[in-house]
Nanobody, 125 residues
Framework: HVQLVESGGGSVQAGGSLRLSCSSS????????MGWFRRAAGKEREGVAS????????FYADSVKGRFTISYDNAKTTTYLEMNNLNLEDTAMFYC???????????????????WGQGTQVTVS
């Protein structure tokens, strides 16, 4: 069983940057695909980015493509989400997620993941 803990959220002005971190209790078979989701007030949780740890292949939602970068560090068992050129629509609670199978090509859905962190708030003003 993998435990996920997010950090790095905060308040930032539009156009600014933040880097979120997701620390895993261990990189096990339960965390082959790592993902980031977000939920803005009054909206459904949406997938932002995913990475398959074994190949490094990534997927991004259209809304963040070119601005966000997902990466991982096996030695630190940490997944990162680098967010640049933030705008007001990026304000949300961000969640880290893990799945024991390869990332599903071309999509990132809640149902693809089995483990979740508690979230970290990002506020853009």
């Amino acid at each position: 069983h993998v435990q996920l803990v997010e950090s790095g959220g905060g308040s930032v002005q539009a156009g600014g940057s933040l880097r979120l971190s997701c620390s895993s209790s261990a990189y096990t078979q339960s965390s082959s695909c790592m993902g980031w989701f977000r939920r803005a007030a009054g909206k459904e949780r949406e997938g932002v980015a995913s990475i398959y740890r074994h190949s490094g292949s990534t997927f991004y939602a259209d809304s963040v493509k070119g601005r966000f970068t997902i990466s991982y560090d096996n030695a630190k068992t940490t997944t990162y989400l680098e967010m640049n050129n933030l705008n007001l629509e990026d304000t949300a609670m961000f969640y880290c997620a893990a799945a024991p199978w390869p990332c599903i090509a071309g999509r990132i859905l809640r149902t693809d993941f089995t483990h979740w962190g508690q979230g970290t708030q990002v506020t853009v003003s």
